[in-house]
Structures are given as C-alpha cells and as structure tokens.
C-alpha cells in the first residue's frame, strides 16, 4: 500500500548513503523473540545494541498477524537512501549496523500482513488471515522495483531469476527468485555461476561460491551458506544454520532448530521446530525427526551416539532410546513389542542389512525390508511392499534399484528392474514423498528432492523432458498446490534434460522448460512459458545462453549463442545483446560443477 506511489530514491548529490546515529541499526527486543513491529511504511528495523536474538515466550518464534500477509510498514515511508556525493555509500556514524537484542531472537510480528507462523506447542503452522504480505509505503518503494524496468543486476555469467509479471528483475518484492534482497539486508551475493535467491529484508546472507544452487533464507536468520557443489536450502526465519561441506545435501530446518548439519557425503534431511540436530559422521544417512526431538536419530530425552561411517540409520520414533548399530549390523531401532516401527512417515529408515538403503514405513506397518547387499530392493518384482504408509500399492522395484516410496493413499507403480524410481509412467499421479524426505525419483547420480505433501507430482511419463532429471542434474522440486510443482515463485527447479539449469517460473504458470545446454530463467507468473509467454515471439537462444525471457506481449529475438539477454517488460521489442567469449576456463568450470566436482 501506497499513500504516494512506490518509495522512491531520492538523492542530494551522489549515490545513496545509508546513515546510522550509532552503530549498525539494532533489532531490539523487550521478551521473547525480537518482534518486528510496524506503524506505517516498510518495517523498519529498530535496534539497541548487540547481535540479535530469537527469543521466545513459549514454543517456537511465531509471525503473528491480523490481517493480510505482513507487511513492512514505516512511519515515514520507506527507508530512502539519499546522496550527497559520488558513488552510493553505506555510512555509519559509529561502526557497521548490527542487529542488537535485548533477550532473545526477534520475532516478526505484524498488524496487518503475510501469513504467520503461529505456534502453541510442536511444529510451526502456517496461519494466513488475509493475502500475502504487502510490502506498504507511505511514499512508496524504490523505483527500481516497478514494471517496465530492466535491471542488468548480476556480475556476468550469474544467472538471475527476476521478478513477478510485467517486471524484468526488480530484485527484492516479496517471494521473488534473486530477490537480492530488500532494504536494510547486507548481501554479498555471489560470484559468477551461482543461482541465488537471495534473502529478504533484516537477513545478513553472505551467500556462496561458484556452482552453488542457495536457496538462502527468510527473514532473520543468518545464513552463512556453504563451500561449492552443494546444494542448500537453508531455512525459514530464527534459524541459525552453518550448513554443511562440499558434497551434502542439506535441506536444512524450520524455525527454531540449531542444525550443525553433516560433513561430506551425507545426506541430512533435517528436523522440524524445536529440534537440535547433530547429525552424523561421513558417508552416513540421516533423515532425523518430527517436532520436539533431539537429534532426531532419536527422539527427545534419549541418547544418541548414531553411527560409524558406512551406516544409514534412520532412527526411531519419540520415546525409545536407540543406541543405533555398527557397521555391517543391522538396526533393530524400533521400541520394544513392534514390528520395524522404525520412524514416523516421511523420515528414511535403513531397517534393512547393512549396505542397503530402505525407506521403510511409519510405525504399525511391516516392513519385509530386502537382503544384505541391496539397495532398498524392497522385494523382488511383483511383490506388494508395506515399506509405504497404509493404504499404498507399492510393486517397488527388483534388486539394484533406489525407490524411496510415497505417502499414504497414493498409488505408486515405480519401476521396472534397473531404473532408479522414474516413479510413475504416463497418466499416473506419484506423490513421490512427504516434506523432509529424498526421493531418488531421477536415474543414477542425480539427487531429486520432490515435493511436501499435498503435491501433486506429475514428474513425467516416458520420453518427455523433466523426467526430474536426467543423471547428474539436481531437481529440488516444488511446494504444495503447484503441478509440475517445478516451479512455484521462490523454488529452484532444475528439471529439464542433462546440463541444463532452469529457474522455471512462480506458481500457476506451465513451464516447458528448455533444451539441454541452455539456461532458462524463464518468465513471471500467469504466463504459460515455453521459454516465453502466450503471444509472444521468441526465437529464445541457442544452448550456452543466458535468456531471463519476456512477459506477454513482447518480442524478443534474443542472442545468438554466449550472449546474456536480459529481456524487457511487455509491449517492447527487445534486440537485445551482441555476443560475449565464454572462455576455456568457464567450460571447465562448468564441466566440474555438472560432474560435482
């Protein structure tokens, strides 16, 4: 909301200066979590002294808001930065702002705004009283954030995901891919080859190395992201994540959590609210658990020693003491009187013998679980495997296969002997997995992260692209509602054939995505994007590109190979750009960060 249009960036001479009275800007808090409250305008982000601190009254921090999703409200519009002089600077009257705290880490709390994560006791939920939240001006946002703008931002070779329709890269509106960030963030953003979305306002994000995909992070949470090759999404407000060596895929935890993560080589699904994740040794597992848990390897109150290198254990349910097993045993984990309860749905249970991986079921279920030296065979063909919640059919897959199975009430046919879970072919529905657990849905070597539950995952029938990708691509899916779910506004879906990167498009948009070689930031929601929306012409680009493509109604003969096309905003004919050397030195290391190297 606006009292008089978008905030603009008024200057006295120079670039726009950001002044402080004393020290970085604080975030204070009186009680629990620091609460980020507003009047009018953006949220501005008050401080005292010190780094901030999530506190809480009771459970985990809540974005609590009356109405509308939250917004950023000023008293005096939104920050402006003003100039006097020269190149825009950031000056402090004394010291670098920093986020100080009276008790406890800050909380986001609105009048009126975005939904909410509200909490009595357990898992955060996710509660909306009205729309999303409105990032509210008295005199409006920067003019940098408005339709028709091109914004060239990224250093050259970076891939830029833009913005919401009709505008070409306005970098920081809420849940936008590459938001940059909004006002008052520090982002460093990242050299050449890395897709970052970036962080909103409040959140400090020094992001990451070349041939990282960071998804980065919410609103108060510091992120301080991860070496090369690997693929973090880090997690949502409060958070404090270290995330993880070269080689890990880390999707990290909600609100609330400390997650040490795991060193290289493992795969850490992390844990919800509440939870204090350790993690394991090399080489080894861990799906970890449900809310209130710690080290999810066990539930809460118990001891966890984990596992030596080699081993995947995924635990047990709240309330027993599992003291897990050494390598080449096998894991009896579940309390006493069971049958292989193993762990709660949506967690990895390597039940099975050692050196085989088994996704196993919630607890209630039997398990026939598969022979030592499988990779979870989960039976040979043609049996029915309960290593599903109830009312699944699962024919599974004969031995050397990977299938990590599905949610309750889904039918999933998965595969024939030799394929690694193509899930389900042409006309079926495959869920795939609850959030928080891998499903390997890809072929060998490629790490498909799939979708919460509620999805629906159409992942691809025979021949066609977005198979969720073919070996050594990287495919992390998308949220609730979306089909295709590659793509709603925020995610980053790398789907489409061998090499490629694609940051597909927001929610409710169709994408085709793009043919291998070439990178495809594709298009603003609302549009159908088969590398460019309805009623377009687009010759696109030839692979080794970079094309940010257009919305509806523009015409954009893109670049001939190696060339960046930045694209515009509807109504405009856009030529475009010459093109540009792609060196040696960048096939190579384009080469090493497929080959994950």
């Given at each position: ?31 629990g ?26 459970g985990s ?57 509200t ?7 996710l ?24 914004n ?17 890269n ?65 997690t ?27 060193p ?104 026939t ?64 997995t ?62 489409t ?6 940051i ?14 070439t ?20 010759t696109?680009t ?32 856009n ?23």
């Amino acid at each position: 909301m606006h009292q008089e249009g978008p905030s603009t960036l008024t200057h006295q001479e120079g670039p726009p200066t950001l002044t402080h009275q004393e020290g970085p800007s604080t975030l204070t808090h009186q009680e629990g979590p620091s609460t980020l409250t507003h009047q009018q305008g953006p949220s501005t982000l008050t401080h005292q002294q010190g780094s901030p601190t999530l506190t809480h009254q009771e459970g985990s921090p809540t974005l609590t808001h009356q109405q509308g999703p939250p917004t950023l409200m000023h008293q005096e519009g939104p920050s402006t930065l003003t100039h006097q002089e020269g190149l825009p600077t950031l000056t402090h009257q004394e010291g670098p702002s920093t986020l100080t705290h009276q008790e406890g880490p800050s909380t986001l709390t609105h009048q009126q705004g975005p939904p909410t994560l509200t909490h009595q006791e357990g898992s955060p939920t996710l509660t909306h009283q009205q729309g999303p939240p409105t990032l509210t001006h008295q005199q409006g946002p920067p003019t940098l954030t408005h339709q028709g703008i091109i914004n060239t931002d990224t250093p050259g070779g970076t891939i830029n995901t833009d913005t919401p329709a009709g505008i070409i890269n306005t970098d920081t509106p809420v849940g936008i891919i590459n938001t940059d960030t909004p006002v008052g963030t520090i982002n460093t953003d990242t050299p050449v080859g890395i897709i970052n979305t970036d962080t909103p306002a409040g959140t400090i994000n020094t992001d990451t190395p070349v041939g990282i995909i960071n998804t980065d992070t919410p609103v108060g949470t510091i992120n301080t992201d991860t070496p090369a090759g690997i693929i973090n999404t880090d997690t949502p407000a409060g958070t404090i994540n270290t995330d993880t060596p070269a080689g890990i895929i880390n999707t990290d935890t909600p609100a609330g959590t400390i997650n040490t993560d795991t060193p290289a080589g493992t795969i850490n699904t992390d844990t919800p609210v509440g939870t204090i994740n350790t993690d394991t040794p090399a080489g080894t597992t861990n799906t970890h658990t449900p809310a209130g848990i710690i080290n999810t390897d066990t539930p809460a109150g118990t001891t966890n020693t984990h596992t030596p290198a080699g081993i995947i254990n995924t635990d047990t349910p709240a309330g027993t003491t599992n003291t897990h097993t050494p390598v080449g045993t096998i894991n009896t984990d579940t309390p006493a009187g069971t049958t292989n309860t193993d762990t709660p749905v949506g967690i990895i249970n390597t039940d099975t013998p050692a050196g085989t991986i088994n996704t196993d079921t919630p607890a209630g279920t039997i398990n026939t679980d598969t022979p030592v030296g499988t990779i979870n065979t989960d039976t040979p063909a043609g049996t029915t495997n309960t290593h599903t919640p109830a009312g699944i059919i699962n024919t599974d897959t004969p031995a050397g296969t990977i299938n990590t199975d599905a949610p309750g009430g889904t039918t999933n046919t998965d595969t024939p002997a030799g394929t690694i879970n193509t899930d389900t072919p042409a006309g079926t529905i495959n869920t795939d997995t609850p959030p928080g657990t891998i499903n390997t849905d890809t072929p060998p070597g490629t790490t498909n992260t799939d979708t919460p539950g509620g999805i629906t995952n159409t992942d691809t029938p025979p021949g066609t692209i977005n198979t969720d990708t073919p070996a050594g691509t990287t495919n992390t899916d998308t949220p609730a509602g979306t089909i295709n779910t590659d793509t709603p506004a925020g995610t980053i879906n790398t789907d489409t054939p061998a090499g490629t990167i694609t940051i597909d498009t927001p929610a409710g948009t169709t994408n085709t995505d793009t043919p291998a070689g070439t990178t495809n930031t594709d298009t603003p929601a609302g549009t159908i994007n088969t590398d460019t929306p309805p009623g377009t012409i687009n010759t696109d680009t030839p692979a080794g590109t970079i094309n940010t493509d257009t919305p509806p109604g523009t015409i954009n003969t893109d670049t001939p190979p190696g060339t960046t096309n930045t694209d515009t905003p509807g109504g405009i004919t856009n030529t475009d750009t010459p093109p540009v050397t792609i060196t040696k030195l960048s096939i190579v290391r384009l080469a090493r960060i497929r080959g994950g190297s």
